[in-house]
C-alpha cells in the first residue's frame, strides 16, 4: 500500500471504494506478535507468544479473561486491546448482573464489532489498532471469532493473526478438520504447535508462550509454565541442547525453518514499534 | 439492544407535581395467582378479575401471558402496571427474535431481569405495583419464582400472590409433591382456587389455569368452579357466634 491523497482521513472513500485508514489498521495488527485460537465442541484454546520489549522487561499480557466462559487473545496495539478487553469486561459482568446468566459469545462480539465500526464513521476517532481472537463457551457450543479494526468479525474453527501468522494458519489449515472432534489435551498441543510454527526456527520453550483453556465445565485460566513444558517435551524431543536434532524432530516444516534462519526471532522484533506487541 | 435502568441524579422533591410523577396507590387490580411445579413443567392458575377498588369492575382480564418460547409471566396488583411489564419483556424478545442467533432467553434470565426493574423502581419510590410469578421450562429445567413490588425475589416449587400466600399456600404445602401429573396438578390448584373464591372478595368465578411445558405454553379457556354454598355455617353465618342471641342447635 503507497501514501495517496485518500488515506489522510477515516471518513474518506478512495475513488476504488476503499476505507484507507481502516486498512493501515489492520496494518497494525499484522505487527503484533502472533496469536492463536482453535475450538473444538467442548473447549477453546488461545495461546500466544510472549514478547519483551527488551531482556530487561517482562513480556506482556495479550489473552485476557473476560468472564468465566470467555477469553480473548489481542494482536496490535495493546493499548487499544486492554480498553477493548474492558468494555468486554463490562458488558459481560452487566448482562450477568441483569439477567443471572453468561452473555453469549454471539452477541458479546457483535457489540464488539459495532463498537469497532463506530470509530470508521467518524471523523474525530480513528479505528483501534487491534485485532482480537474471542474464544468463548455459551448454550450453543464453543465458539472462536476473529473481530478486525475494520468492524467485521468472523467464526472460526481455528485463527492465527500477527506476524509470522501465516506461518501458523498454513498448519492450521492442515489440521483443522479434526479440531472439532479433538480431546482437550490435543487441542492444546495443536495451538502449541501452532505457535512453533511462528517462531520459525527459535527453539520453542514455555517461557516464550502463554496459554489458556476454557471449555465445558473449565472455566477460562492459564496453563502453568509447568503444564506447557510437559507438552512441548513430547513433540521436542531435545528442547535446548542440539538444535539441529531439534530441528531434525520437525515435519516439512524444515524448508521454512531453512528459509526462515536468516533472521532468527529475537533480533528480527527489534525493528517492531514499541507500542506495538 | 440492551434495556437500559436510568438511575437518576438528584433526590426526590416532595410536591404536588413531583407526586402526580410516580405510583402512590393502585387502581384497577387483580387478585391471587397460584403456581405450582408438576411433572411436566408448571402451572399456572388466576382469575380473570379487574377490580375497581370494591367494584368488580372488569371481568375478562388475562392475567397470565406466554413470555418467549420458554417463560410463562402471572401477575397480580395494578392492571396497567402489568401491560407495562409486558411491554418491556416484548422489547427483549423482539430483540432475541430480531438475533435469531439460537440463543433464547430462559425463565432464569427473565426472572433476574424482573427483579432487576421493580427492585429499581422501588428505589426511585416508583414501583410497579405489581406481584409476580414467573414459570418456565427450558432445556428440561423446570424454573419458578415470584418477585414482588419491592424487589423481593426467590424461586420455590410453589408460589402464590396476595390471598393466596395465606389461604393457598398452607393446603400447598400439605399436598404438593415432586411428581404431580397434569390432573393431580389441576385439582389441585383447583382446590386453592376454590377457597380463595370463597374467601377473597375480590376473586370472581371466571378462572384460567395455564400449562408451560418444553414443548410451549397453552393457557386454558376461562371456565369457573362449581361452588356449594348451602354450608350450614354460610346460610346463617351468625349462629354461634360471639354476642350473638342465635344458638346452634
Known amino acids: 500500500m503507497f501514501r495517496n491523497q485518500y488515506d489522510t482521513d477515516v471518513t474518506t472513500w478512495s475513488p476504488t471504494g476503499r476505507l484507507f485508514q481502516v486498512e493501515y489498521a489492520m496494518e497494525a495488527v499484522k505487527q503484533g506478535s502472533a496469536a492463536i485460537g482453535l475450538r473444538s465442541r467442548s473447549h477453546v484454546v488461545l495461546a500466544c507468544v510472549n514478547k519483551a520489549q527488551s531482556e530487561l522487561s517482562s513480556h506482556q499480557r495479550k489473552i485476557f479473561k473476560v468472564d468465566d466462559h470467555i477469553g480473548v487473545a489481542i494482536a496490535g496495539l495493546t493499548a487499544d486491546g486492554r480498553v477493548l478487553s474492558r468494555y468486554m469486561r463490562s458488558e459481560s ?15 458479546l462480539v457483535v457489540r464488539l464489532a459495532d463498537k469497532a465500526q463506530v470509530c470508521t464513521q467518524r471523523s474525530w476517532k480513528r479505528p483501534y489498532g487491534v485485532g482480537l481472537l474471542v474464544g468463548g463457551l455459551d448454550e450453543s457450543g464453543a465458539h472462536l471469532y476473529y473481530n478486525c479494526p475494520s468492524g467485521n468479525y468472523f467464526e472460526y474453527q481455528a485463527f492465527a493473526i500477527g506476524s509470522r501468522s501465516q506461518a501458523a494458519k498454513t498448519y492450521l489449515e492442515r489440521r483443522y478438520e479434526s479440531f472439532q472432534e479433538s480431546s482437550r489435551e490435543d ?16 527453539t520453542l520453550k514455555s517461557s516464550l508462550c502463554t496459554v489458556s483453556v476454557l471449555g465445558v465445565e473449565e472455566p477460562f485460566h492459564f496453563l502453568d509454565q509447568e503444564s ?26 524444515a524448508a521454512l525453518v531453512a528459509a526462515g534462519t536468516g533472521e532468527q526471532g529475537g533480533s528480527g522484533d527489534q525493528d517492531v514499534a514499541p507500542m506495538e506487541m | ?51 375497581y377498588g370494591s367494584t368488580l369492575r372488569y371481568k375478562n382480564v388475562e392475567r397470565m401471558k406466554a413470555i418467549g418460547k420458554h417463560s410463562l409471566l402471572g401477575a397480580s396488583g ?8 409486558l411491554r418491556y419483556l416484548d422489547e427483549l424478545t423482539l430483540n432475541d427474535n430480531m438475533w435469531d442467533d439460537g440463543n433464547s432467553l430462559g425463565p432464569k434470565e427473565v426472572h433476574n431481569y424482573l427483579t432487576r426493574v421493580m427492585y429499581n423502581r422501588r428505589n426511585k419510590f416508583n414501583p410497579l405495583w405489581n406481584t409476580l410469578v414467573l414459570g ?31 389461604l393457598a399456600r398452607p393446603i400447598l404445602r400439605d399436598e404438593w409433591r415432586e411428581d404431580l401429573s397434569f390432573e393431580e396438578g389441576v385439582k389441585l390448584l383447583e382446590k386453592c382456587m376454590r377457597v380463595l ?48 342471641w342465635l344458638y346452634d342447635n
Open chain 1, 93 to 107: 459482568i452487566n448482562h450477568s448482573f441483569t439477567y443471572e446468566s453468561p452473555l453469549s459469545v454471539g452477541r
Open chain 1, 187 to 202: 487441542l492444546i498441543k495443536d495451538a502449541i504447535m501452532a505457535i512453533r510454527e511462528t517462531l520459525q526456527g527459535e
Open chain 1, 228 to 253: 506447557i513444558q510437559k507438552v512441548i517435551d513430547t513433540f521436542e524431543k531435545v528442547p535446548e541442547e542440539e538444535e539441529d536434532a531439534g530441528e531434525g524432530e520437525a515435519e516439512p516444516e
Open chain 2, 1 to 51: 439492544m440492551t434495556f437500559t435502568i436510568q438511575i437518576e441524579n438528584g433526590t426526590e422533591v416532595r410536591n404536588a407535581e413531583a407526586d402526580s410523577q410516580r405510583t402512590l396507590y393502585p387502581y384497577v387490580t387483580g387478585t391471587s395467582v397460584v403456581a405450582i411445579k408438576y411433572k411436566d413443567g408448571i402451572l399456572m392458575a388466576s382469575d380473570m378479575g379487574g377490580s
Open chain 2, 78 to 85: 395494578e392492571i396497567s402496571d402489568f401491560q407495562e411489564i
Open chain 2, 136 to 166: 418456565g421450562v427450558k432445556n428440561g429445567e423446570k424454573y419458578l419464582g415470584m418477585v414482588s413490588m419491592i424487589g423481593v425475589s426467590f424461586e420455590d416449587n410453589h408460589v402464590a400472590t396476595g390471598f393466596g400466600n395465606h
Open chain 2, 197 to 244: 373464591l370463597y374467601r377473597d372478595r375480590s376473586a370472581i368465578n371466571k378462572l384460567q389455569i395455564a400449562k408451560m411445558t418444553e414443548e410451549g405454553v397453552t393457557v386454558s379457556e376461562p371456565y369457573s368452579l362449581k361452588t356449594f354454598w348451602e354450608f350450614k355455617a354460610f346460610t346463617n353465618p351468625t349462629v354461634g357466634a360471639e354476642g350473638s
